[in-house]
């Protein structure tokens, strides 16, 4: 027992040191791909760029330390990321410290579901998620993780619209109006580097020496200089009243978001007080509810003034003109189509600005690119974060369906490396130890995390052995947390935006569309459904997820509803098949019925059409034989349409019998008193005996129509005519 609670120590297991050199060695390899990677899928999931490095603390040693596989790189993922994003901007502002707090609980949230799904041995929950549906998503999900991106690659700046791609054309518009060259060269460059080192050698750690070479050039070039000035520094007579517009619109929708969120409360305390009541809302409810949907609609025409607002600075474009006196700067800036003749300028300057009120006298002016800037050295505080149990049901539908998500992507990644190593690896064990990732990530300022497939292609490679690579992955993160940190400043943001763009170019695979086509053509249209919706509903991933789901599981219902029943007779090789498929002849006497699949309510109605279609199709129709080693189960329903079917043959004057009876179900028929209406004797251990007992009893033990049967289908290979 102790092996299950503690699945590492089977790790030390005939251990030697030269196995521990090679995990030490891939444990620092995956850690510079992971450090770099963590950042930027940090800022694809809303937060800070450090957050990822929290993320990356943690949760590869928990995962490694607790799960299955000893192999699998544990962290920060693309698709989650976006996941962890779309679903808490509704909730609050990407970046704010609400944001941060609630990305925090989801990840607690999604690993206290992973790891209940495991100890409760569920783990064969996630096939409910098919590979058509998966395949779906995962396309869309990489163009839409890639093409967010576009905006760190030109140096331009747009509020998120409702939709994705009404994002990418704000995008558009605005590269076409500004492109910070610059930026785009970054951006260009780092791909390029990584491109060819993959190709030289893909042991190369490709991504961090296109962030060491990228930074460098970046403080040395000075890429990023900004310039914080007063409003007065900037000659332009209308730019005063646009801020002070901005900053109202901004105020108040703070304003009247709390009162929101006080009016959400009076109406939980007014649910709680008629919780127990009988009918629809009371009064009191009905007002309450009328006076927070008006202060949603007027929250909404701020937010519209405020995007106006925030649109109209950001396309500002200013020349600066610079006075040096020694260590010092004065800047004056004028709007770029106002530059007094014959003043030398600096380039190109753009007003800095978010979702906050912005400071007058404090007006950030950006000359140059962006970089991740100043990231707090030292270790995150380790808290337990504060969940509630509103809290925990607001956010569990999307914890579900990350966690689904999540553990699927990272138990398809362990057994593909298990196929290589030989290891055994376990769902249940996997879901624990992904769940205490995501658990104890929380507790250190994680954000929701998952097994990578790029960091653990890395690892495997490396040639780890044991999960101590893992283990000292964490560690090398927890050194550069504690020392490295001021080496990150001036790493550019899109390099990081690079390192992302490159990173899910190995998700896009349209040939799954086409495996699932000519797998099952309906397989095909629902992945190729999943990808369409999730690309149209963007950022709400879910839609697509959940389109998927249901198509899949209307396709599973209505199979399941007309399961396979087909007539035999005998073919070529001597071997009873399908008459319809192979284009068999059939007995006109003797009908043997295959019924592929459980015999239970939703189907038992289709046996009995089938059987009267059978009927209908042999007017000389004298015994219906079931061969039933295709019913592995059967309900009372079933069983009591194959009674019905019994009495209305015998009724007819057609005899019935089976063969192939499982256990299972001769038990049903031995309960409920079915195996006695039967009786034994028309009971078969085979359909090979039953057919040979009933075509001796039907074509010779009887005297036929005229005509009779001649050589009998049912033992001799005779196809259909043309």
């Known amino acids: 027992m102790i092996f299950k609670f503690f699945p590492f120590l089977l790790w030390f297991k005939g251990y030697k040191v030269g196995e521990f050199k090679v995990d030490l060695l891939a444990g620092i390899t995956v850690a510079m791909v992971l450090i770099p990677q963590s950042m930027a899928y940090a800022q694809l999931a809303g937060l800070p760029a450090y957050y990822g490095l929290y993320a990356a603390f943690l949760p590869p ?49 999604v690993g206290i579901f992973q790891f209940s799904l495991g100890v409760l041995r569920l783990g064969m929950v996630v096939n409910f998620l098919s590979h058509p549906v998966i395949n779906g998503f995962t396309n869309a999900a990489a163009i839409i993780i890639a093409s967010s991106q576009f905006s760190k690659f030109f140096g331009v ?21 500004y492109t910070h060259i610059p930026t785009l060269i970054y951006a260009c460059s780092a791909v390029v580097i990584m491109v060819i080192l993959k190709k030289i050698n893909p042991k190369i750690p490709n991504v961090l020496v296109a962030v060491f070479i990228t930074t460098v050039i970046s403080f040395f070039t000075s890429f990023n200089h900004d310039a914080i000035v007063d409003v007065s520094a900037i000659n332009d007579p209308t730019l005063a009243a646009k801020i002070t517009e901005f900053n109202h619109a901004t105020a ?24 127990g009541g009988h009918g629809g809302p009371s009064i009191e409810q009905i007002a309450v509810q009328s006076e927070i949907d008006t202060l949603t609609v007027h929250m909404n025409h701020a937010k ?40 030398d300028s600096s380039g190109t300057w753009r007003l800095k600005l978010k979702n906050s009120e912005l400071d007058s006298s404090q007006l950030i002016i950006m000359g140059g690119g962006a970089i991740v800037g100043k990231i707090p050295k030292g270790l995150p505080t380790l808290e337990v974060p504060e969940l509630t149990v509103k809290t925990f049901f607001k956010l569990l539908p999307t914890a579900i369906i990350i966690s689904l998500l999540g553990f699927m992507e990272a138990i398809a990644i362990a057994k593909a490396m298990a196929a290589k190593t030989g290891q055994k690896i376990d769902a249940n064990q996997e879901l624990i130890g992904q769940g205490l990732a995501n658990i104890f990530g929380s507790i250190g300022s994680s954000y929701s995390v998952s097994g990578s497939f790029s960091r653990s292609a890395v690892n495997l490679a490396a040639g780890a052995v044991s999960g101590i690579s893992s283990v000292v992955t964490s560690v090398v ?63 709400h991933l879910d839609k697509g997820i959940m389109v998927g789901f249901a ?39 003797i009908s043997v019925v295959r019924f592929d699949g459980a015999l239970f309510f939703a189907n038992a109605s289709y046996l009995d059409e089938q059987v009267a279609k059978f009927r209908n199709e042999h007017p000389d129709l004298r015994y219906i034989l079931l061969d039933a080693k295709g019913i592995n189960d059967m309900d009372a329903s079933g069983e009591e349409a194959l009674a019905m079917i019994v009495d209305r043959l015998r009724a007819g004057k057609v005899g019935f019998a089976m063969s192939g009876v499982k256990g299972q179900v001769m038990a049903v028929m031995e309960r409920t008193g079915l195996l006695d209406k039967i009786g034994m004797e028309n009971l078969y251990p085979n359909t090979r005996t039953a057919v040979a007992a009933l075509v001796d009893e039907i074509h010779n033990g009887t005297d036929l129509p005229e005509g009779g049967c001649g050589d009998c289908p049912l033992t001799s290979y005779i196809p259909v005519a043309g």
């Open 61 to 109: 040693m928990v995962a490694a330390l607790f799960g299955s596989s000893r192999q699998l790189g544990t962290g920060p993922v693309a698709v989650v990321s976006l996941m962890s994003a779309a679903s808490l901007e509704p909730l609050a502002t990407a970046g704010s410290p609400e944001f941060i707090a609630y990305s925090i609980i989801l990840a607690l949230v």
């Open 551 to 589: 198509l899949s599981m209307g396709v599973f219902l209505y199979k399941s509803m007309r399961p396979v029943v087909s007539e035999l007779s005998m073919n070529e090789e001597k071997v009873l098949k399908s008459s319809e498929h192979y284009r068999l002849k059939g007995c006109r006497h």
């Open 157 to 177: 700046y747009v509020d998120k619209a409702p939709h994705h791609y009404e994002t990418m054309m704000r995008v558009a518009k605005a590269a076409l109006d």
């Open 477 to 539: 993160v927890v050194v550069t947390l504690l020392f490295f940190t001021p080496l990150l400043y001036h790493l550019p943001q899109a390099t990081l935006a690079a390192v992302i763009m490159m990173a899910v170019i190995g998700l896009v695979n349209f040939s799954g569309f086409v495996h699932s086509w000519k797998a099952q053509w309906y397989d095909g249209v629902i992945s190729v459904l999943s990808f369409l919706v999730t690309l149209y509903f963007a950022p």
């Open 252 to 275: 108040e929708i703070k304003k009247l978001g709390d009162e929101r969120a006080e009016k959400g409360k009076e109406m939980d305390e007014v649910k709680a007080h008629a919780a």
């Open 304 to 343: 519209e003034e405020a995007h106006l607002d925030r649109k109209y600075l950001r396309g500002l474009k200013f020349e600066a003109v610079i006075d040096k006196n020694g260590n010092d700067k004065t800047y004056t800036f004028y709007p770029k189509e106002n530059l007094p003749v014959g003043i």
